[in-house]
Nanobody, 125 residues
Framework: VQLQACGGGLVQAGDSLSLSCAVS????????MGWFRQAPGKAREFAAV????????YYSDSVKGRFTISRDRAENTVYLQMESLKPGDTAVYFCVAARGVILSNIYNDRAYDYWGQGTLVTVSS
């Protein structure tokens, strides 16, 4: 199973950007898909996840209200719509997928079985 992420780039503060991540294997139906990110010189952190069971979404406090995660079930693809981007959003964004993740582990990067190669988002001030 491979995760193919795309959509990163260079934008200015206040701009919008959308990321997408597709699962290469159409027979693999993840229980959860989402995004972690890692800013330069910082630890990797949770950003947003779509949990298939129940269709709920989860966001970090730093992106809540500005980012929206959604899923296209037919295409086995997850999207991250990012609005009102800030320089602090500059990071490599990693798409993730889990065969199964319990709610208490939703924010834990170790709960995710598959990782994409990462796509760079740079927000200039």
């Amino acid at each position: 199973v491979q995760l193919q992420a795309c959509g990163g780039g260079l934008v200015q503060a206040g701009d919008s950007l959308s990321l997408s991540c597709a699962v290469s294997d159409s027979t693999f139906r993840p229980n959860a898909m989402g995004w972690f990110r890692q800013a330069p010189g910082k630890a990797r952190e949770f950003a947003a996840v779509f949990r298939v069971n129940g269709g709920r979404t989860y966001y970090s406090d730093s992106v809540k209200g500005r980012f929206t995660i959604s899923r296209d079930r037919a295409e086995n693809t997850v999207y991250l719509q990012m609005e009102s981007l800030k320089p602090g959003d500059t990071a490599v964004y990693f798409c993730v997928a889990a065969r199964g993740v319990i709610l208490s582990n939703i924010y834990n990067d170790r709960a995710y079985d598959y990782w994409g190669q990462g796509t760079l988002v740079t927000v200039s001030s």
